[in-house]
């Protein structure tokens, strides 16, 4: 089997590849930056999301894509524009023309960061925080339309904080693990259908509901709490009138939009 990864000289992506190595299976890896020399199982491409026949090269032969790429936060319009929504519509177009089935999209709370915090559902309505948060919500229903025109299936997943381990008192509740988010991408590869799911680990305080992605298969095994003291022993308990605490999105909701930070 061989999986497409974009962004995949990206954080994220470079948590995931050994990760996701299995026998048999080829990973390929395209960014528009060079990514550093793959391992055996993989191959490496350059391609820019925008570029239509880069991107129809990069789907050739591929049975599942997992899209990574585009700008991981806030940019002015016209780039989070032309790269994130339109990117994500040409990667979607070439997944179609190339007859490949499986896609993830690795979306983010940031499509949702105006909700209050506690208890999201599976469904939570998009409230983007940023223009960058209304791309990921435009990642969502661009899935929707390619699974409900063309039966793709496709896993569009609200990504929480991934990193090695939790930052701040925020990630306490919005932390995803490396191991859990190649746990989670690992479940989206097999589903059938289109799915909504949280990218978050089992954390003790976390907000949003694991249903959908557990249905998929997703079993989290790290939970933020074990960083609680460290944590909390740094920065304290949050204050729940500070709207960087309080809104999903936290921080995202209050700096400056269509500003890159
Ligand atoms: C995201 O969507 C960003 O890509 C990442 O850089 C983090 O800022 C993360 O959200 C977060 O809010 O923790």
Redesign the pocket.
Known sequence: MRILLTGAAGAVATALRPRLARPGRVLRLADVLPVAAGRSGEETILADLTDESAMAEAMNGVEAVVHLGGL??EHPWADILRVNVHGTQVLLEAARRENVRQVVLVG???AAGFHPRPDAPDDLSPRPDTY?GFS?AAMEALGRLYHDRFAMNVVAIR?????ERP?DV??LS?WLSHDDCARLVEASLTARGFHLVWGVSANTRRWWSLDAARALGYAPRDDAELHAPRLLAEFGEPDLTDPVQHLV????CVRDLGVSW
């Open positions: 991981s936060r983010s709370h940031h960058y990921k990504l929480g904080s991934c990193s930052r925020r990630a919005t999105g936290g921080a995202f």
